[in-house]
């Protein structure tokens, strides 16, 4: 609280109970504190510090060092005169040399406060609300960021990005900038399983687990196994058919376990009532890509299809997947008409069987017409224009609606 740029009224009750005590020593310590920190009534601050100053002892001004360095500079000075000094002249001398100490640091706190000012008149919403910031309030709390960690200081980045999150406790972005940036200080892992948790179970909606899964991978790097299983299921109990979720836990059981526990998971969700036709259809497709890329057995992807292509007829990145599979297999010239009759005969359950919207059929076509001109034999052509006419063509009207058209 105490380094917030408005501040002012935290410190004023602060000092005003110390003064209801009569500690005066306290307050001259709570304004030692305060000159330091940028902030919207600095100068007022310092004035009264230094106010106070003149009645305090020399040995509570400045640290023990500085004093030293101070009474030796005095040394030496009185020792290259040849009049000697009385203790009231050292003493007024010695307060001159530590007022002019504070001065410094005046000037220091008034550049950092002109450094943050720019920043801080854009902050219209410094409290939190349901509805959106507007992008102005956005983009100004990530140069203000950027500035604060440029500028290196532990605390206040900390700080910053604390009151940052006030503001703006929904938007996933600064959830995941902050850990990321406690993640590169030493020693930080706890602090950055606490940012994850916060945001976790507090604020980050539920709707949108993409903090929640940079969390599981922040516990598998930990070596925390099974807190990042447990936090890929707790994301699937209200969203049963959030594909990313599911592709992550997949390839973390693949990770650290083996191929056969990614497709255990793979299996165990396509079976599941609480799965829509779509999600499954997309399932088996990284299931697929799984046996295909990771195991290299494109022949086990092929049948996984083909097993699996008529209960998915209206879902397009099943389709997607299995043309884009065929197509991308490795051949050769003389095999490239057994592959060019498999990819047909994909593309023609694309067209004849399955269920799939009219634009959808569309730019998967294009994706056969390219692999026509790319790798197609003498006849390529022939079929591709064919195609060209039957997807993009005309269609022809009705002789009485091209009548009324004319009219």
Same mark, same amino acid.
């Given at each position: 609280?105490?380094?917030?740029?408005?501040?002012?009224?935290?410190?004023?009750?602060?000092?005003?109970?110390?003064?209801?005590?009569?500690?005066?020593?306290?307050?001259?310590?709570?304004?030692?504190?305060?000159?330091?920190?940028?902030?919207?009534?600095?100068?007022?601050?310092? !004035?009264?510090?230094? %106010?106070?100053?003149?009645?305090?002892?020399?040995?509570? +001004? *400045? @640290? =023990?060092?500085?004093?030293? #360095? &101070?009474?030796?500079?005095?040394?030496?000075?009185?020792?290259?005169?040849?009049?000697?000094?009385?203790?009231?002249?050292?003493?007024?001398?010695?307060?001159?040399?530590?007022?002019?100490?504070?001065?410094?640091?005046?000037?220091?706190?008034?550049?950092?406060?002109?450094?943050?000012?720019?920043?801080?008149?854009?902050?219209?919403?410094?409290?939190?609300?349901?509805?959106?910031?507007?992008?102005?309030?956005?983009?100004?709390?990530?140069?203000?960021?950027?500035?604060?960690?440029? !500028?290196?200081?532990? %605390?206040?980045?900390?700080?910053?990005?604390?009151?940052? +999150? *006030? @503001? =703006?406790?929904?938007?996933? #972005? &600064?959830?995941?900038?902050?850990?990321?940036?406690?993640?590169?200080?030493?020693?930080?892992?706890?602090?950055?399983?606490?940012?994850?948790?916060?945001?976790?179970?507090?604020?980050?909606?539920?709707?949108?687990?993409?903090?929640?899964?940079?969390?599981?991978?922040?516990?598998?790097?930990?070596?925390?196994?099974?807190?990042?299983?447990?936090?890929?299921?707790?994301?699937?109990?209200?969203?049963?058919?959030?594909?990313?979720?599911?592709?992550?836990?997949?390839?973390?059981?693949?990770?650290?376990?083996?191929?056969?526990?990614?497709?255990?998971?793979?299996?165990?969700? *396509? @079976?599941?009532?609480?799965?829509?036709?779509?999600?499954?259809?997309?399932?088996?497709?990284?299931?697929?890509?799984?046996?295909?890329?990771?195991?290299?057995?494109?022949?086990?992807?092929?049948?996984?299809?083909?097993?699996?292509?008529?209960?998915?007829?209206?879902?397009?990145?099943?389709?997607?997947?299995?043309?884009?599979?065929?197509?991308?297999?490795?051949?050769?010239?003389?095999?490239?008409?057994?592959?060019?009759?498999?990819?047909?005969?994909?593309?023609?359950?694309?067209?004849?069987?399955?269920?799939?919207?009219?634009?959808?059929?569309?730019?998967?076509?294009?994706?056969?017409?390219?692999?026509?001109?790319?790798?197609?034999?003498?006849?390529?052509?022939?079929?591709?224009?064919?195609?060209?006419?039957?997807?993009?063509?005309?269609?022809?009207?009705?002789?009485?609606?091209?009548?009324?058209?004319?009219?």
């Amino acid at each position: 609280m105490g380094l917030d740029f408005l501040a002012h009224p935290f410190w004023d009750k602060y000092i005003e109970f110390e003064e209801r005590m009569e500690a005066y020593d306290k307050i001259f310590t709570i304004l030692e504190r305060i000159i330091h920190i940028p902030m919207h009534q600095y100068a007022r601050y310092f !004035e009264r510090f230094r %106010q106070l100053a003149q009645s305090r002892p020399v040995e509570e +001004l *400045v @640290s =023990a060092d500085v004093l030293a #360095e &101070f009474q030796a500079a005095l040394n030496i000075e009185s020792d290259s005169s040849l009049k000697a000094r009385n203790n009231l002249e050292v003493e007024r001398e010695l307060r001159t040399k530590i007022d002019n100490f504070h001065l410094e640091i005046f000037n220091r706190t008034q550049t950092e406060t002109t450094k943050r000012w720019t920043y801080e008149q854009e902050i219209k919403r410094p409290y939190f609300h349901v509805t959106e910031l507007d992008e102005p309030q956005l983009v100004n709390w990530r140069k203000y960021l950027d500035f604060e960690e440029t !500028e290196g200081d532990y %605390q206040r980045i900390v700080f910053l990005y604390e009151r940052c +999150l *006030v @503001s =703006a406790a929904y938007y996933d #972005e &600064f959830w995941l900038r902050y850990a990321r940036w406690m993640l590169t200080q030493p020693h930080k892992e706890e602090e950055v399983r606490n940012i994850y948790i916060r945001a976790s179970c507090l604020y980050a909606p539920i709707s949108r687990p993409i903090v929640r899964l940079q969390y599981a991978r922040f516990e598998e790097m930990s070596g925390r196994v099974d807190v990042a299983q447990a936090i890929h299921e707790a994301i699937l109990i209200p969203l049963p058919n959030h594909l990313e979720a599911i592709v992550s836990w997949a390839n973390l059981q693949r990770r650290q376990f083996d191929l056969d526990a990614a497709i255990a998971v793979y299996s165990s969700q *396509v @079976s599941s009532q609480a799965i829509n036709d779509q999600t499954k259809g997309a399932l088996v497709a990284e299931w697929a890509r799984l046996l295909w890329r990771i195991k290299g057995s494109a022949e086990e992807a092929r049948q996984l299809y083909q097993k699996n292509l008529h209960w998915y007829l209206d879902v397009q990145a099943f389709w997607d997947s299995y043309l884009k599979f065929e197509i991308e297999q490795p051949t050769t010239a003389e095999a490239e008409t057994k592959q060019h009759t498999r990819i047909k005969q994909v593309y023609d359950d694309i067209r004849r069987r399955a269920n799939l919207p009219k634009e959808v059929v569309s730019e998967l076509s294009q994706v056969y017409m390219d692999y026509l001109l790319r790798r197609g034999g003498k006849d390529a052509t022939k079929e591709y224009m064919q195609i060209d006419r039957e997807i993009n063509g005309y269609v022809l009207l009705p002789r009485n609606l091209l009548t009324s058209v004319r009219l």
